[in-house]
């Protein structure tokens, strides 16, 4: 059964620097594709950037264009997401999802992902 965990939430600074960890247990990362998304109050959850380490097509949305940077540790069945020049706008819960590769079309949509890590709240306050 496959299992996600989420790390590296917290709170920081506008313009700050955060990198969120999101583990696998329970099976290879390279047979997923991995997604990030996040949700602010009173918003639906949007996908932020997705990859997969077999085909290396990450995919961003425009907000996290030039400031997020999404990559993995096959080793350590670990993706990141490095989040640079963070906005109070950034603030929300952060969760990973994953989603067979076979399935991967290299985008972010939400409902085609299976398996959902619990989320780690990322707070951009001064």
């Known amino acids: 059964q496959v299992q996600l965990g989420e790390s590296g939430g917290g709170l920081v600074q506008p313009g700050g620097s955060l990198r969120l960890s999101c583990k696998m247990s329970?099976?290879?990362?390279?047979?997923?594709?991995i997604g990030w998304f996040r949700q602010a109050p009173g918003k639906e959850r949007e996908g932020v950037s997705c990859i997969s380490m077999k085909h290396d097509r990450p995919y961003y949305a425009d907000s996290a264009k030039g400031r997020f940077t999404i990559s993995g540790d096959n080793a350590k069945n670990t993706i990141y997401l490095q989040m640079n020049n963070l906005k109070p706008e950034d603030t929300a819960v952060y969760s990973c999802g994953a989603l067979p590769v076979l399935l991967y079309t290299g985008t972010c949509r939400e409902y085609e992902y299976d398996y959902w890590g619990q989320g780690t709240q990322v707070t951009v306050s001064s």
């Open positions: 329970g099976d290879t990362l390279e047979d997923y594709a």
